[in-house]
Each structure stands twice: as structure tokens, then as C-alpha cells.
């Protein structure tokens, strides 16, 4: 925040449950106001019903994180650095930046962002790249997600083996989450606020360096 960085993730999707359009159609300081952490009034009651059906039934469900960084251009291999961060988180399965794997079915001209003159300041008419190009950010909103998988284990009976290799079942007992994206919300937040950090002291080291 002294830096004039702010780091925000929210649910973005809960099973078939996606919120639709991009971050910019969302107040995101609505992420905190109800148990899933979705800026979607509507679509958050959606999440939480499901979240209760599925552990009514013994069963999880996964989700996505999305999360968009506010601020200053940084530099060196940003896009990798927050995979790193990202898929080293508990549960996480997948990560993506800006178009993602939807970049896959489009062509250059349709995905590239084009530079325009913003009132004597150069910006791109869109953010297609996530905020981060050749992976250097660019100071667009950083946008990355990251999905997380259903939680292992269920309250409900699996076919296993023993460690002989002998076909039982197992049923698990306690208190086990149906949905961990809720509360992975602020750990994508941290996590990303460490690599922002990160990348802009190394950025200062390198400008001291080569003075």
C-alpha cells in the first residue's frame, strides 16, 4: 500500500457457478461483504447454496480465485514468478493471466493490445495481456486466476486400496471444508502482494546498480 499498490482476489467461480465479463464490471470491495467472497450479490447466494448442497451430500466442490493488482509497472519475469506463488498454494490446480487459455482460440490481431495516445500518456485501448507483456508488467491491472480442485476428501464412501494393495472403502470422519476457494481468496491476495514486492525492490536493486 506504500507503494500505491493494491492487491485484490475474489471468487470468481464455485463449480458451474462463473461470474461473467471481467473484473472492471465488479466492485470488488463487495468481495468481503458475504461467506464466499463473490462481488455478486446475486451469484454469491448461487455459491453458497451449492457449497451447502454439495457437503449435504458428503461431497466438495472446486472454484476459481481470480485476483487484479493495481499500480506501477514492474520488471523481470513477473507472469512466472506469480505461477510459482500461485501453484505452490494448497489444493491449487491451474493458473492463467489476462485471456488465458482462451488466447489459444483466437488470432494476433484479435488478441494484441493495440497502444493509442491517452491525453499524452501511452495506454492500450485493452488489457487482453493481463497487465503483463513478454513478462514485464506494463501498469495495466495485473489480472491473473488461479482454479483450485474439489477437497480430496469426502464424507462419503470411496473405494480405496490398503497399502497390501487389497480393495477396501473408505470413509472419512471430522470436520472437512466442501469448498476451500472461500478461503483461499486472501492467500492468493498475499501470495501475490509478495511477488509485487518482490519484483519492485529487485527492480530498485537494478536501477542502483547500473547508475
Do not use: W
Not at 100 to 121: P, T, V
Amino acid at each position: 500500500k506504500q507503494l500505491g499498490i493494491s492487491v485484490q482476489a475474489y471468487t470468481s467461480q464455485v463449480g458451474g457457478i462463473v461470474l461473467g465479463g471481467d473484473c472492471s464490471q465488479y466492485d470488488l470491495s463487495l468481495a468481503e461483504s458475504n461467506i464466499v467472497r463473490c462481488p455478486d450479490e446475486e451469484k454469491a447466494r448461487e455459491m453458497e447454496q451449492l457449497i451447502l448442497d454439495v457437503k449435504r451430500d458428503g461431497d466438495t466442490v472446486g472454484g476459481v480465485v481470480s485476483c487484479v493488482g493495481l499500480g506501477d509497472p514492474l520488471y523481470d519475469k513477473l507472469s512466472s514468478s506469480l505461477a510459482h506463488a500461485m501453484l505452490s498454494i494448497n489444493a491449487a490446480k491451474g493458473f492463467d493471466y489476462g485471456n488465458g487459455f482462451a488466447a489459444a482460440c483466437g488470432r494476433g490481431s484479435q488478441q494484441n493490445d493495440i497502444f493509442y495516445n491517452k491525453g499524452g500518456a501511452i495506454a492500450t485501448r485493452t488489457n487482453n495481456s493481463g497487465g503483463i507483456q513478454g513478462g514485464i508488467s506494463n501498469g495495466n491491472d495485473i489480472f491473473f486466476r488461479v482454479a483450485f480442485k474439489p477437497v480430496a476428501t469426502l464424507l462419503k464412501e470411496q473405494a480405496t486400496v490398503t497399502r497390501d494393495g487389497d480393495e477396501t472403502v473408505l470413509l472419512a470422519r471430522g470436520r472437512h471444508d466442501p469448498c476451500v476457494v472461500p478461503r483461499a481468496v486472501p492467500v492468493v491476495e498475499a501470495m501475490a502482494a509478495l511477488v509485487v514486492l518482490d519484483h519492485f525492490m529487485l527492480a530498485r536493486a537494478k536501477d542502483r546498480l547500473f547508475v
